[in-house]
């Protein structure tokens, strides 16, 4: 079966640096997805990564590597805002999108 | 302003009454979608559109009904709601499906009792 696995929940401090990761079994890869949900809203996208290396946007990045199945997103100098559930997507051989159950992040000042 | 918009936004029905969710998109997406997100579980789609008068059955279909007969609606229909079919539903366009990025409308949390 397809698998994606992420902590469920996380704390940070405001300032601070965060690292989510993301794991993955799928029938085939055409792509991973970061997307940022706050509660009660609807998520909004962050990144795509398709090749292997880490793309940087602004205080987030995110890291792909394909052979190992894995993801993170890095988020950095750390916001109350930040605090949302982070939500890993992979796209399969079908180009359907699976998607993890999500990473509560909880920003303590 | 290009947007998702979906209707109602919250809906409380009893067992067996047919509903309606509405979905629209002014971005020309030929790329539609609905999900279903419950605690603990993730998004989980229902129903996907590759364009007007095609569509498909995602992971969890059983129950629910959808149509595209114009690019920009693309409407969830519950013929006989149940309550384990109490959940937060949102709607989703992007411009071809694949590797773009999705555009999500602001959800409707139904409750069928």
């Known amino acids: 079966g397809q698998n994606i696995d992420q902590p469920t929940e996380m704390t940070a401090t405001e300032g601070a640096i965060v690292q989510i990761n993301c794991t993955y079994q799928?029938?085939?890869?055409?792509?991973l997805f970061w997307y940022q949900q706050h509660a009660g809203e609807a998520p909004t996208f962050l990144s795509y990564?398709?090749l292997d290396g880490l793309e940087e946007k602004g205080r987030f990045s995110s890291f792909l590597s394909r052979s190992k199945g894995y993801s993170y997103l890095l988020l950095k100098e750390l916001q109350m805002k930040d605090s949302a559930s982070y939500l890993c997507?992979?796209?399969?051989?079908?180009?359907?999108?699976?998607w993890g159950a999500g990473t509560k992040l909880i920003i303590k000042p | 302003e290009a947007q998702v918009t979906q209707n109602p936004r919250y809906l409380i029905t009893v067992t067996g009454k047919k509903l309606t969710v509405t979905c629209s998109q002014n971005?020309?997406?030929?790329?539609m979608s609905w999900y279903r997100q419950d605690p603990g579980l993730g998004l989980r789609q229902i129903y996907y559109?590759?364009?007007?008068?095609?569509?498909d059955k995602g992971d969890v279909p059983e129950g629910y009904k959808v149509s595209r007969k114009e690019k920009r609606n693309f409407p969830l229909i519950l013929e006989s709601p149940s309550p384990n079919q109490t959940s937060l539903y949102f709607c989703?366009?992007?411009?071809?499906?694949?590797?773009?990025?999705?555009?999500f409308g602001p959800g409707t949390r139904l409750t069928v009792t």
């Open positions: 559109s590759m364009n007007v008068e095609v569509t």
């Open positions: 989703a366009s992007s411009s071809t499906g694949g590797g773009d990025e999705q555009y």
């Open positions: 997507a992979v796209l399969d051989s079908n180009y359907q999108l699976i």
């Open positions: 990564n398709v």
């Open positions: 799928t029938s085939g890869f055409n792509g």
């Open positions: 971005m020309n997406h030929e790329y």
